[in-house]
């Protein structure tokens, strides 16, 4: 016999916000899918995931990659969706072309909405991660599903042809960004120099905003990118709009940089749960 009780444990099960992450593992804990599901639990989001490809990896740098296959990849979508349900979504590290293909396939056959890109194509140090067949992918196939993307400067330096030097740059290179169908693209400055270090400018197709937060001197930086992105996503998921989610998010990373990890040889990782620190 169903009770009162059963009732309320279904009606909270059911309103807990569902987030999914699409990329790569980091056995080194500090990035990818592990970064992505720490930011969910810390926003009370419930996490789930895809995983596109397994690295080998710690501070001091990636070993090995491994990809797994478009259909396996496919099928950790779909059976996630049609079971759980996502409120919001966000990619990660796709490495390749067929997995970009993959995955914007079941973003369109899912119908999934709150779509947040971190294009991974190349790191904060200006190394490219993916060949250019995938950046095509990326570009002209799964681009345009975004509700909003978060490229770093090489990366939007790639999507638009253009070199950023300031801050003028940065905003043609969103608008240039935007032309290419997301919706809303927040260029991000964490690569900038001086003054413009960690200034990010959005764009949503009609207003420019310029986003700044306090200053944080610290080397253990790895994960930001996709901290950030999961962040985004998870207020999403609650139901925030977007330029809130996207402020929130980098207040939350903000605060995580000031809590970073010493740990390692290397660069360590944000600290994703700081009130525990």
């Not at 294009?119 to 570009?139: H, K, T």
């Amino acid at each position: 016999m169903t009770t009162k009780f059963d009732i309320m444990d279904n009606f909270m099960a059911s309103s807990i916000p569902v987030a999914l992450t699409i990329a790569g593992s980091d056995s080194g804990g500090g990035a990818g899918i592990q970064a992505d599901l720490r930011t969910f639990a810390f926003h009370c989001v419930h996490g789930t995931s895809a995983l596109t490809c397994i690295t080998a990896q710690n501070t001091l740098g990636v070993n090995r990659v491994d990809a797994l296959s478009p259909e396996a990849v496919k099928a950790q979508i779909q059976v996630v969706v049609t079971d759980i349900g996502v409120q919001a979504t966000k990619t990660g590290m796709l490495l390749n072309q067929e997995i970009i293909l993959a995955v914007a396939e079941e973003i369109e056959a899912l119908n999934l909405k709150k779509l947040v890109i971190d294009p991974v194509m190349v790191s904060r140090a200006g190394v490219q991660l993916i060949d250019d067949l995938a950046v095509a992918a990326l570009q002209n196939v799964l681009l345009p599903k975004a509700t909003v993307v978060t490229p770093n400067i090489y990366e939007a330096e790639i999507f638009t042809g253009l070199e950023i030097n300031n801050l003028d740059d940065m905003h043609m290179a969103a608008r240039d960004i935007n032309r290419l169908g997301a919706k809303t693209v927040l260029v991000k400055g964490g690569a900038m120099k001086n003054d413009l270090r960690g200034v990010d400018v959005w764009f949503d197709g009609e207003q420019f905003d310029i986003l700044r937060t306090a200053k944080v001197e610290t080397n253990n930086t790895h994960g930001t990118g996709c901290t950030l992105s999961a962040a985004i996503a998870a207020n999403l998921a609650q139901g925030k709009d977007l330029f809130s989610a996207v402020k929130l998010a980098k207040d939350y990373v903000t605060n995580a940089l000031d809590y970073a990890l010493e740990i390692g040889q290397g660069q360590g990782p944000v600290g994703h749960f700081f009130p525990l620190l």
